[in-house]
């Protein structure tokens, strides 16, 4: 698989990551533990050398699974991590909200580390942005846990462009990491511009739109009745029925391009910029396989303006989350 640099950090990943997170009881029942400990070690072999997890998947549970399965190669993978949410280091309770403090960032790290069965964490990210904490305080302990070795490179997820500039000026940061996908653009209007400016790299998270662009989920799709989409008013049913417009103009190109529709929207998102790595999560070895082969499809000019006047013409209906998370996102 080709390789790509996240923005000017110097930090070098795979194209395309693995999005662990699909392993947790997210989508769905967790499933068998051996079973992705192989899946994951596989996307090695495949070429992935990017592997996102979170202390909130589980909690603890995915990164457990991560540091075992990436333990014997640990030298040859980029492991990132998440911390930010207020969780009980002891047991795992989720005490809701957010909590960067940080003495709380550096215990979280330090917990991680074990999990991950590491030394160093690659890339830390700031999962969610905490409005009780000034973000100077939370880039001033990730600074200080890299100078410590214990952090490679830092991150943020789902904040805003002035929160971003805001910690940069601490300390440089690696990579933001957002939904971005064809089923949501939001990204496009000022987080890119920024990103592109400052020189950071851009992970984009549900590259393939929770599923719905791999053109295996229509209206009549029933999820299991812990799957989160459940609760995401984009997976209605009537907000599905309306949003195949999209999907069938994903599927066009593919047929056109002997690939699949998640090959084109993972190719799609790797030609808008070259320091974009999105990381499409699985359960499967097939889909692993199946998306890894994105970066294999090239979009011409014309396959892009293509795509770009048809999705001028698409309103997708439905918010991309639930109202509550909403809240808790573009800090």
């Not at 880039?139 to 929160?163: D, F, M, N, Q, R």
Request: with cysteine; aromatic share 6%; hydrophobic share 40%.
């Amino acid at each position: 698989m080709k390789r790509r640099m996240l923005g000017k950090s110097g930090l070098e990943v795979s194209a395309i990551g693995l999005g662990c997170m699909s392993f947790a009881s997210t989508y769905g029942p967790a499933g068998d533990h051996q079973e992705a400990v192989e899946i994951v070690r596989c996307a090695f072999d495949l070429g992935v050398t990017l592997f996102d997890t979170a202390e909130a998947y589980g909690p603890f549970s995915n990164e457990e699974l991560v540091g075992e399965a990436l333990q014997p190669i640990r030298e040859k993978v980029v492991i990132a991590t998440k911390f930010g949410f207020d969780i009980d280091l002891a047991t795992g309770k989720r005490n809701g909200g957010t909590n960067s403090r940080p003495e709380h960032i550096r215990a979280v790290t330090d917990a991680a580390l074990k999990r991950l069965r590491t030394d160093h964490i690659d890339l830390l990210y700031q999962h969610r942005v905490d409005p009780a904490v000034p973000i100077e305080d939370v880039a001033g302990a990730l600074k200080e846990l890299i100078a410590a070795g214990k952090v490679k490179h830092y991150g943020l997820s789902e904040a805003s462009v002035k929160t971003i500039r805001r910690a940069h000026a601490v300390h440089p940061i690696t990579a933001v990491e957002s939904e971005y996908s064809l089923f949501y653009r939001g990204p496009e209007a000022e987080l890119l511009p920024a990103l592109e400016e400052l020189g950071i790299g851009f992970v984009p998270f549900s590259p393939l739109g929770a599923g719905f662009l791999t053109g295996k989920i229509d209206e009549n799709t029933k999820f299991d009745q812990t799957d989160f989409r459940n609760a995401v008013p984009r997976f209605s049913q009537e907000a599905r029925k309306a949003n195949m417009a999209l999907v069938d103009v994903v599927k066009a190109v593919a047929v056109r391009k002997g690939a699949t529709p998640a090959q084109v929207a993972l190719a799609w998102l790797l030609a808008q910029k070259p320091w974009i790595v999105p990381i499409p999560g699985t359960k499967k070895l097939s889909r692993v396989e199946e998306n890894v082969g994105g970066d294999k499809v090239q979009l011409t000019a014309a396959d892009l303006t293509e795509i770009k006047t048809a999705l001028s013409k698409i309103e997708v209906q439905g918010a991309r989350l639930p109202e509550a998370v909403l809240k808790m996102t573009n800090g």
